[in-house]
């Protein structure tokens, strides 16, 4: 069993920065692929960015040269860079883990556990 919770989300204006963080609780986070989603209001929820437990990443198009995630395995910890925010960036994000690898950690279902959500609002 992994629990998983999100903080660091906020209200920022548009061209500003945020780093969200995701902490883990059990054993097992270190050999896992650890992934940020996000939801806006009345859309799917699509993948962000994801680390593997070997530092490998993956981002979305939309969010390349601005986010950057990290891993800190000792604190069991997973963060989230957000530069040069845009309005469109506002949903809730998610903190996600799984045991994928490859093109597999783009999916929505390869993660088998997600954190609560934490709301980022960009304004213009």
């Known amino acids: 069993q992994v629990q998983l919770v999100e903080s660091g989300g906020g209200l920022v204006q548009a061209g500003g920065s945020l780093r969200l963080s995701c902490t883990a609780s059990?054993?097992?986070?270190?050999?896992?692929?650890m992934g940020w989603y996000r939801q806006a209001p009345g859309k799917e929820r699509d993948f962000v960015t994801a680390i593997s437990w070997g530092g490998g990443t993956y981002y979305a198009d939309s969010v390349k040269g601005r986010f950057t995630i990290a891993r800190d395995n000792a604190k069991n910890t997973v963060y989230l860079q957000m530069n040069n925010l845009k309005p469109e960036d506002t949903a809730v994000y998610y903190c996600a883990a799984s045991y994928c690898s490859g093109a597999a950690c783009y999916h929505t279902g390869s993660y088998d556990y997600w954190g609560q959500g934490t709301q980022v609002t960009v304004s213009s």
């Open positions: 059990g054993r097992s986070f270190s050999s896992r692929t």
